[in-house]
Each structure stands twice: as structure tokens, then as C-alpha cells.
């Protein structure tokens, strides 16, 4: 039997975009879905987009902030309308190919619990040069993404590097996702975050690009500018996310939370990382691989 699959779509003012990203959803040659929209208080004519599909579509559903929350409140909220026992996501400015979907649910059916596909960035000329140079490098230096296959390893390459490049090309199952904390200091990074913490899962990367990533000047990624020590305290979380002693991570965190009134020493070598605080307390080294 086919099995259910839910697709989060938060929304906030892209109507120039929307109106793509649901017809993508109607066109999948995968039809056993469910499409849960959550309007983040939008104040454009995306409701009025919405609401015409409402009428056409029953699969299609619809969750309404009276407030704007921000992508991880309305994310999590998304969570929990879903039905399916699997979880997609699709931003309102990207676009799903016909079989984003068959793809994903055959691989799931092989036993992965995390599912992500290539990505094919459009709109921005500057933005997909950046992106397709990333993905350079992460194919280069973190691991051969030349085929459809279950990444082995997967901890020791996502605390470099965010290796999936947006949401949209991800499919999880329900119940490892809603496990998660969605609290991440860096909000515009919470995808990384997410993944940080499911690092210890099955994780099956499929070799097509069966999601159109827009790039653009006005997406969220854009819209939020963190200080250096919000940021390094987040990338600070994923590393610890990935690390497999618990009393270690346990420790880290109550270390961290001290540090917004200390100052921090930050030393990477050949083989290790290491992090203490000016006074030379010790926080924590790790031997990497």
C-alpha cells in the first residue's frame, strides 16, 4: 500500500511564486500526498492563491498564523496537521519535477529514513553560479555525490558543511522529525540544524535534480544577519550534535551557555579541534577523522 506523504509548504508574501510551487505539488506522478500550507500572516494576495487551490484540490490543506511566527514555529505547527508518515518540504519560491516525489518514496521504501535529491538553481544568474560552485565543493572535498546511494558516514561531513542544499529536496520520516528541537540560534539555518541532529540516521541522497531551488534576492536566507558569536555558537551546536559521547555534548551545552559573558579560544590543527576560554579553562578537543 502506498503510504501518505505530507508536504509542509510555509508561506509568507512570495504570490509571485506560489501559484508555481502548488501546481509542481498537482503534477507529481506520485498522487497518495497531502499539501499543508502555512501562511505565516502573510499581507500580499497569497491567501487569495491559496484558497483558489483549496477549491480545486481536497489533498490541498490550509493552516493560517494569526501572527507571524517565523519558519520554525510554522514549520513545527505544519507537523502537526500532518497525516502522512512522511514528511516533505517545498518552499513557496521552488518548484518540484513531476517525479520529486516517486523518487523519494521508492528510496524510502529501501529502508532510508531521510531522503534528499540534487537540487537545479534558476532565476538568478550570480546566485546559481555561487550555488553550483558550493556543490562543487562539496562533491570535491566532502564526499563523491555521483550517484544515488546511502551516505555512509554521514556525521563526519555535516559537521563541515551543510551538504543539502534546501528543504525542498528533503523527505523525512514523521516521527524522527518531530523529535527534533527546532530552536537552532541562527533561524535562517534551521535546515542545517534539523539535519545535524537526524545525522545518525539513514540518509539516502538520490542523484537527479528533482527540485527547481529559485534563487533570489529576496528569499528568507536573506533577511537575517546574525553577530559573529551568534553565529559561531551555532555552528558550535552542530558540531556537537554530531559528536556520539552524550555526557560530552551534555557538558558542552553547559558550557556554552556561559559563554555570551567570556571570550573564547578557537584553535583547529591538522587532526583536532579545540575550544577554550581566554582564562585557558578547557571546554572541549575533538580528534577529527
Known sequence: MDEKISILMPSYNYASYIREAIESVIKQTYTNWELIIIDDASTD???????????KDPRIKLVINEKNLGLAKTLKKGISFAEGNWIAF???DDIFQPTSLEKKIEAAQNG???I???AEGFDNKNKIQKFEKHIEDINKYIIKLDKSMFIEGFPNFVYKTNII???SVV???????????????????LDYYLWAQLCFHKIYYIHEKLTLWRLHNDSYLNRKQYSWLRKFLFSISIFAQTVQN???????FIIANSIRKRLIYFNISKNRIKLSLFN??????????
Request: charged letters at 25%; one cysteine or more; a positive charge.
Open 45 to 55: 494576495s497569497s491567501l487569495g492563491i491559496i484558497k483558489e487551490y483549496l477549491r
Open 90 to 92: 517545498l518552499e513557496c
Open 112 to 114: 532510508a529514513e531521510l
Open 116 to 118: 534528499f535529491s540534487a
Open 165 to 167: 542544499p534546501t528543504f
Open 171 to 189: 523527505m523525512v520520516k514523521k516521527e524522527i522529525l518531530a523529535g527534533c528541537n527546532f530552536n537552532p540560534l541562527c533561524e535562517t539555518a
Open 246 to 252: 552524550k555526557n560530552r555534548i551534555q557538558q558542552f
Open 280 to 289: 585557558n579553562r578547557y571546554i572541549f578537543e575533538k580528534f577529527l577523522p
